[in-house]
């Protein structure tokens, strides 16, 4: 931890998490169980989901798991092709740039929000987390993936605003939805970004927070855009 984040003593009392939940269903577990695949590559872009099948490695009934596609076919994450079989969705460059778009907006807000708000223990057990990874060298992208999501939603959650943290949080599933393998290395950069967005919202800045947050997602953006336009 830095020495600026150990001498910060007026902040303000940490908002209650937006992640506390009551017990899953079911079609909740299914759901969360698909995408967890999904999110690790296990269930990569253009496989079709089969409910049997889907059940059977789940040890589910096949109702759980409908439900489940359903949702993540609401959320843009699976769709249908000819044959009507559900199948994990590839993104286009056009709405990729899109959710990104709506990620700048709802992250700049939500680090508004969190600044002077974050859980100051959590902060630095996800700061320890980001160098750790920086520091590994058997670096996966679920490992990455998961690095993300806790910096990201530690700033999302510590706003306060439940609607605006889930709508983000959807976001970003579905912009790390896009094939990795072809996503720039940016590794370094980006986990720099991640300490300067934690030590900003920990010291209460929002107006760094607001500049970092959009640097890094407008960065994410365009090295992803210009590699994918030279690789035509």
């Avoid at 931890?1 to 303000?12: E, F, G, H, N």
């Avoid at 590839?90 to 990104?100: G, K, M, P, R, T």
């Amino acid at each position: 931890m830095t020495a600026k984040m150990a001498t910060i003593t007026k902040l303000r009392p940490a908002r209650p998490s937006v992640t506390e939940a009551a017990p899953k269903s079911l079609s909740d577990q299914a759901y969360e169980r698909l995408l967890d695949m999904m999110l690790a590559g296990n269930l990569p872009a253009g496989t079709v989901l089969q409910e049997r099948r889907l059940a059977e490695s789940l040890k589910i009934s096949r109702t759980p798991v409908r439900e489940a596609l359903g949702r993540l076919e609401f959320e843009g994450l699976v769709t249908r092709r000819f044959n009507r079989l559900p199948t994990v969705r590839q993104l286009s460059i056009e709405e990729f740039v899109d959710i990104l778009n709506v990620r700048k907006i709802l992250e700049v807000e939500a680090g508004t929000l969190a600044a002077g708000h974050v859980d100051l223990e959590r902060a630095r057990e996800i700061r320890d987390a980001v160098r750790e990874l920086q520091e590994s060298e058997r670096r996966t992208v679920a490992r990455q993936w998961e690095i993300n999501e806790m910096v990201h939603g530690l700033i999302c959650d510590a706003g306060g605003n439940h609607l605006l943290a889930e709508m983000a949080r959807e976001l970003r599933r579905r912009t790390h939805m896009f094939d990795m393998r072809r996503i720039p290395s940016r590794f370094h950069e980006s986990q720099e970004e991640h300490i300067e967005i934690i030590d900003a919202v920990v010291a209460g800045d929002a107006e760094r927070a607001q500049k970092i947050l959009a640097m890094h997602i407008d960065n994410v953006k365009r090295s992803i855009v210009d590699t994918l336009l030279a690789r035509r």
